[in-house]
């Protein structure tokens, strides 16, 4: 067996990555076809990318899900397709609980059917660090979002505990990172406004959040496949450590080093926003992982990628 997240051992190893166009995804995907494993990548749109067999599919759809799974027969299926948002708009229930359950829940039927019998295969699922963790006390959860989330880590551990179907889940912290599509999210909006002469408009910003870099998260997935003790388990992939929102954007400031002013207060702060820091203990002795890229350096990264990325390279808003 090789050690945890070493990329040892993926030569023709059929993957399927859903979310393949997201952030995380697309990180994924060209980690894994640098590893020289077989990469089916889908998303809801099809789309051609290095040496990755693209399916265009929705997953809700069970039917086509199971028909994905039956023609691919991975090895490893790596699901990062989800609705995100941090909205509180009772709206968003329904669409967070199809994306972000139903999804899964088909998933890991379709890997269990296509068993047959035999040995599943491996399932890693990406989780959210906004999930609420009863045995820590904590009882509410911040958005439909988090819940949906959590209801999907709950039939994950259904799943293997019921059909011994080898399913890990990731709990993911605020990730960021070059080529975040979400522009929306903090880094990429400050980032880009700084570039543009903009003044961003924040929150109070007071709110600590653990940020990870994407390809520190990348890892943590790699790890998580590779590790046969990983399955059934839930784990945090963070930093461990708290930073607020004003003070990333005052480092951001910093970086750019232009002219312009962050307007705080300018948008109210969410309802039951908390803050939420990584409890890294289990991923490091379980998998062997920890954070490797430090939040300034990460921030420097990520500033000079947007930086020298043509308007045309950079995700649209």
């Given at each position: 067996?090789?050690?945890?997240?070493?990329?040892?051992?993926?030569?023709?190893?059929?993957?399927?990555?859903?979310?393949?166009?997201?952030?995380?995804?697309?990180?994924?995907?060209?980690?894994?076809?640098?590893?020289?494993?077989?990469?089916?990548?889908?998303?809801?749109?099809?789309?051609?990318?290095?040496?990755?067999?693209?399916?265009?599919?929705d997953l809700r759809d069970g039917a086509a899900t199971g028909d994905l799974i039956r023609a691919t027969r991975p090895d490893v299926v790596f699901h990062l397709a989800s609705e995100v948002t941090g909205t509180r708009d009772v709206h968003a229930v329904r669409p967070t609980l199809e994306a972000n359950l139903s999804s899964v829940i088909n998933l890991l039927t379709a890997v269990m059917d296509a068993a047959d019998g035999a040995a599943a295969a491996r399932?890693?699922?990406?989780?959210?660090?906004?999930?609420?963790?009863?045995?820590?006390?904590?009882?509410?959860?911040?958005?439909?979002?988090?819940?949906?989330?959590?209801?999907?880590?709950?039939?994950?551990?259904?799943?293997?505990?019921?059909?011994?179907?080898?399913?890990?889940?990731?709990?993911?912290?605020?990730?960021?990172?070059?080529?975040?599509?979400?522009?929306?999210?903090?880094?990429?909006?400050?980032?880009?406004?700084?570039?543009?002469?903009?003044?961003?408009?924040?929150?109070?910003?007071?709110?600590?959040?653990?940020?990870?870099?994407?390809?520190?998260?990348?890892?943590?997935?790699?790890?998580?496949?590779?590790?046969?003790?990983?399955?059934?388990?839930?784990?945090?992939?963070?930093?461990?450590?708290?930073?607020?929102?004003?003070?990333?954007?005052?480092?951001?400031?910093?970086?750019?080093?232009?002219?312009?002013?962050?307007?705080?207060?300018?948008?109210?702060?969410?309802?039951?926003?908390?803050?939420?820091?990584?409890?890294?203990?289990?991923?490091?002795?379980?998998?062997?992982?920890?954070?490797?890229?430090?939040?300034?350096?990460?921030?420097?990264?990520?500033?000079?990628?947007?930086?020298?990325?043509?308007?045309?390279?950079?995700?649209?808003?």
């Amino acid at each position: 067996m090789t050690a945890a997240g070493s990329g040892e051992g993926w030569a023709g190893r059929r993957t399927v990555v859903t979310g393949a166009t997201g952030f995380i995804g697309a990180h994924l995907v060209r980690r894994l076809e640098s590893l020289g494993a077989e990469v089916h990548a889908v998303s809801r749109t099809r789309r051609a990318s290095g040496g990755a067999i693209w399916h265009a599919l929705d997953l809700r759809d069970g039917a086509a899900t199971g028909d994905l799974i039956r023609a691919t027969r991975p090895d490893v299926v790596f699901h990062l397709a989800s609705e995100v948002t941090g909205t509180r708009d009772v709206h968003a229930v329904r669409p967070t609980l199809e994306a972000n359950l139903s999804s899964v829940i088909n998933l890991l039927t379709a890997v269990m059917d296509a068993a047959d019998g035999a040995a599943a295969a491996r399932v890693v699922l990406a989780g959210s660090i906004e999930e609420p963790r009863p045995e820590k006390g904590e009882i509410t959860s911040s958005s439909p979002y988090a819940v949906a989330k959590w209801a999907a880590t709950g039939y994950a551990r259904l799943f293997h505990q019921l059909w011994r179907v080898p399913v890990t889940v990731l709990r993911v912290a605020m990730v960021y990172g070059p080529g975040d599509p979400n522009t929306r999210r903090l880094v990429p909006y400050v980032t880009r406004s700084l570039l543009e002469g903009r003044p961003p408009e924040i929150s109070s910003g007071t709110r600590l959040v653990d940020w990870v870099y994407v390809d520190d998260v990348v890892d943590a997935f790699i790890a998580a496949a590779e590790t046969e003790a990983a399955a059934g388990g839930v784990f945090d992939i963070g930093t461990g450590t708290g930073t607020s929102i004003r003070q990333v954007v005052e480092r951001l400031v910093e970086i750019a080093d232009v002219p312009v002013a962050p307007r705080y207060g300018a948008l109210a702060d969410r309802p039951l926003d908390a803050a939420r820091i990584a409890d890294v203990a289990p991923a490091a002795e379980t998998l062997g992982w920890h954070p490797a890229v430090g939040l300034e350096e990460g921030l420097r990264r990520t500033f000079t990628w947007y930086a020298r990325s043509t308007p045309e390279e950079r995700p649209s808003r």
